[in-house]
Every structure is written in C-alpha cells, then in structure tokens.
C-alpha cells in the first residue's frame, strides 16, 4: 500500500528544536542509483541536532532536511540499482548529505550504497540504531586505531549510541575499556554493557585513576567527541605512542593542541568522521560486515533508551539536549 | 697518542650562551656497554640550545654536559662492547641523554648503539652532521609519513639541517617538495638543494601558494618544527586523509589543535622526536641503513654552514641563535 503523500520534517531556520517543521510532502521516485524507503523507524543524533544550530560539517541550505538514519521496507527502487528490490526490509547507512537526503520523513529516498540490510535477530527499532554508531565506532577503534587484545582504551562520553557501540567493539577485540561519564547515574549501565572501569568525571580525577588502573603505562587508544581543554588531558594520560581519534565538539572551549605531550609520547591526535569510511567502498564493505556478524553473534546489541512517535520528533530532539539518554532515541512512524 | 685531561664544555645554570663554560676534566673510562670518543668534530643543534634555556624535554641537572653530535676515533671501549673497535672512525647518533652524555668535550664517552661508522666519502666535519638530522628526517617522512611518489611534501622552516635533510629524502623518495623560508635570501639556496617549490612566508601567503602549487588538493604530508598558531593554517593546506608531524616549538605562542579541518579532513597530526627511532633497535638499524646508502650514493650531503673552533663555542650557539645559517654548524677540536 504505497503513501502518495509523505510527512517530512524539515526547518526554515537556524535555532533550538521548535524550528523543526512537520510537512506535507508529495512522494517522488527514486532517480537512476536510488532507492525509495517507506520508512518505520528514524535513529536520532547529534548530527542533525547541530545542523539545526547551524554548528555541523555541513550548512543547511532552507528548506533543509535532514536526518541520517532510517529503517523500513524499500518501495521503489531508481535504474541500475541491482544491490536491494521493492520488499527488502533494509536500514541507511549515512553516506549521504543528509542536506540533501535526509531521511525524517514517512518515505524519503537515498543513495542505493546507503541501504544495507540488517540481521533478522533485530527489530525495526533496532534496525535503524546501528550503523552510524557501529560503522562509527568500528572505523576509529578498529580501522584507524589497530585495536589490539589487551590495550587499554578510554572512550569518554560513553554513553551515547557511538560511546556505547564502542564499548562492546573494544571488548569484542579483547581490550580493556575505560569509560567516563559525568554523572554517577550512569556508572552501573556502563559497567553492565561491558566497561572494565568506569570514570565518574564530576567526583574522580581522571589522570589519577588512569594512572592507577593502567599502572602509570596510560591508555593505548582514545576516543573522544568532546574536545576543547579535555585534549590535554587526554595528551596526559595517553601511552607512549598513543593515538587519540577525536570525533567531535562537544566542549565549547577552544582546543589546545597538547605539543609537549604529543612530542615526549609520539602521539598521534587524529580527527575522524564515518564518513571516511563511508566514502570509501572497499572500508564500507568490510564495516558492514564486522557490524553485521557483530550484530548477529549478539556480542553487539544496541541499546535503545527511548522510543518517540513521530509527531513528538520536537521532543525527541530535546531529549537528546536534555543529555539524560543512555543509548539511541529512536522515533518511529 | 691519548689526553689525560679533557676540555669539556658544562654548564651550570641556565641561559643564555654566556652560561657555556669551558672546562678541563679528568678522562675517564668507559663502562661496560660504553665507548671513548677522542673528537674531532661536534654538530651544534637546536636541542642544545633549548636545553640550556631550560626549554628542553630534559632539564639539565647541574653542572650539566650537553651535545649530541660529535665526529671522532674511538680511543676506548668497555667491557662488552662488540660492534666496534679502538681506531674506528665514528660519529654519534643521539640515542642517549645529553645530559649524561652530552659530547661537547674532547673526550667523551657514549653508549655503545650510538655509535656508528660514516661513509669514506665524508670528512669528520660531514660525519657529524648527519645522524642527528637525516634520521630525524628519514623516521618522519619515511617510517611514520609512508611517503608516496609524487606526494606533495611540505617542509617548513626548511634552512636548518633537519629541514635540508628532508628536503634531500623526499626528493630522493620521488616527492614534489615544497619548502617554506621567512626571508627571500634563502630561497635560490632552498631551490639548489633540491626544492621544488620555495614559498618566502614573510612576503607570500601559504595557503594561496600551496593551493595554486597542489591544484588545490593540499599537502599530503607536512613535517613542522614551529608548532603555535601556524598549525591552524598548516591544517589549512593539508590535503584531506594528509599527515602533520610536529617536531618542534620554535613558535612562542600555544599551539591550537585545528579541529574543524582535523574533523573534515581526517587529518592525523603527530608528536614525534627521533628517539621514537633511535630508542627501537630495529626501527635505528633500518635508519642508519637509508641514511648510510643514500649518502654513499651522494643522494644526500649534509649542508656545513660554517665551522667554528671548539674556543667560540659560545659563538657558535649565538651564530645559531641568529637564525642566519643554511645548514650544520659545526665545531672542530
């Protein structure tokens, strides 16, 4: 039963999440190398929100979508597209402008490399949570960073969909995990999806506690999306020849490059988005695969925080502000 | 025909070249790991510059020694010491603490692994001067960098030896060379030893030249002794996926971390002294090996700027404080 019309979401504006408009769209047809999703689930993240306070990689150009994560049922398919048929039940992979693309609405069309399917062990609501954070998380710990059984790896704010993701990676690959969170709240949920030690930033230092737990050696690997004046700390408690993979800006405050640290240690400070893996099509082969095993072993599993209806999308976007989730927000249609 | 006394040079608190002391000490003998140096040449770098001024990764513990370059005949060898001989002609590869074993004297003593026989081809004033910058150049460009044929490599502050080197090297490894100088006295000299491309910073704008000189694809692989507010604009002309390596802090500002470009490009800025090198038993044989061949096959020669007497080695450092030279100052005894 195919929609003629379909409720989007766009914003005409920059600014705080009522600038989020729910429209009336007509449906078009995929051109030649797309595919046209009705979609049952949206995965929401940080990306679109500073989007739309114009702070992303990307300007919006108004009216402008966005959203990088759906899941559903592919209902037309453009010329050549030989990967996905009408019926496959599939989720996006971001490897799109979601400027361009974006994906909040009932039915909206991407490029064909961004659907792949997902393992049959999960839902639709979790179908849509895993590729931005897994192939995310896969990419920095895994491609990049050359994880290693028995190192030492620090992912700070840990408890978003990506902190988490890389969590269960680390541990999949044998390391030892070191998760930060602000709040004591969140300790237990860290410690329960797989974290060695968790870091409650608001009451312990980290540069003692790193120290304590690795024995003075320091952590192997970091991975962090908040930036500013942390970097330095982060300089200080890396390893010898540690590598730090910074995948965000989060913090408001400039960023200091830590240059006495990174001299005496040899540290590598890498800066890092999926979409270098996503661009690039052998990487993105090999990521889907890890995650798509991963997925399906069950030594990785999304951890879905809350479910929104469609209509309550304002709300969804400021609950991930609010910063209380442990995990994906997740609408669906 | 060996001295019981040696001239050495110490110093005894810091600042400025004034603080260099010349003073006769008792010879005496190598222990077990160790050789004896009767010198005839010392390469002056940077780094002892830095130490003097308390600016260094070490701090000099007083009375301190200081150099990491010397050119001479070994007059003794410890117990154990099997790589060389009493009669060879060596030079000395920064392996060690100059603070321990600094080398500005007549006799020094070193630990075994830095010591290394140079080509014939070289004079003991050549043979001083080329550890220290080629393997520094060689571990950045070649072990960490992979340079690339046809790479756009850029070499800042590119008139000191380590910067002359890695001119040498990237030619030598099939790179178009870009190299950046302050003042326009130094360009024709930049070029002759193997430049492609020289951009004068005092009076052209680096990021306009480098996109006119890379159609705009940037520099693939950057190596900076300068750090401070020029990484901002070295992020700037990196090319996406490119390399930083910082190997100094010449610049007196702080050093921001460019995190927007870090993030878009994929970048990898990297901390990185050639101890990384010299303190891995492989990574130093593989060194020496490229260092030996290329100056074998005249594919590399050191600069000598000027020599000074072992007597104006407080005028030496000034000379090199000066920032006139184009390549290795060197101190005969």
Redesign the interface.
């Known amino acids: 039963m195919k929609i003629k019309k379909s409720k989007t979401v766009r914003f005409h504006e920059i600014g705080n999440a009522d600038v989020l408009k729910m429209e009336t769209l007509p449906i078009s047809n995929p051109k030649e190398g797309e595919v046209r999703i009705k979609v049952e689930a949206l995965g929401i993240n940080r990306a679109e929100i500073m989007l739309r306070e114009g702070q992303y990689?990307e300007d919006p150009v108004f009216p402008s979508r966005l959203g990088y994560e759906a899941s559903g049922v592919v209902d037309a398919v453009g010329l050549d597209v030989t990967s996905v048929k009408i019926g496959d039940i599939i989720s996006t992979i971001p490897t799109f402008s979601m400027v361009q693309y974006g994906v909040y609405g009932e039915s909206v069309i991407v490029p064909e490399n961004a659907v792949a399917k997902y393992p049959k062990n999960l839902s639709s609501i979790e179908g849509t949570s895993i590729w931005m954070a897994y192939i995310t998380a896969y990419g920095a710990l895994v491609e990049i960073g050359s994880i290693q059984k028995n190192d030492f790896v620090l992912i700070t704010a840990s408890s978003s969909s990506v902190g988490l993701a890389s969590i269960q990676i680390a541990k999949a690959e044998g390391a030892f995990v070191i998760a930060t969170t602000r709040g004591a709240d969140k300790k237990q949920f860290l410690l329960d999806v797989g974290a060695d030690f968790v870091i409650v930033t608001d009451h312990e230092d980290l540069v003692e506690k790193i120290a304590a737990i690795t024995n003075k050696k320091g952590a192997n690997l970091i991975f962090d999306p908040i930036?500013g004046s942390i970097?330095e700390s982060l300089a200080e408690v890396a390893s010898k020849?540690g590598m730090i993979i910074?995948?965000?800006?989060l913090a408001s405050d400039?960023?200091?490059?830590?240059?006495?640290?990174?001299?005496?240690?040899?540290?590598?400070?890498?800066?890092?988005?999926l979409f270098?893996i996503t661009s690039d099509t052998e990487k993105l082969a090999k990521a889907k695969e890890f995650v798509f095993k991963g997925l399906q072993r069950e030594e990785l599993k999304p951890e879905i925080d809350r479910v929104f209806p469609f209509e309550k999308i304002i709300e969804a976007h400021q609950y991930m502000e609010s910063n209380q989730q442990k995990g994906k927000i997740v609408v669906t249609i």
Request: a negative charge; hydrophobic letters at 40%.
């Open positions: 990689l930036a970097l020849g910074e995948y965000g800006a400039t960023t200091p490059f830590p240059l006495f640290s990174a001299l005496e240690k040899g540290l590598t400070i890498r800066g890092y988005t270098e």
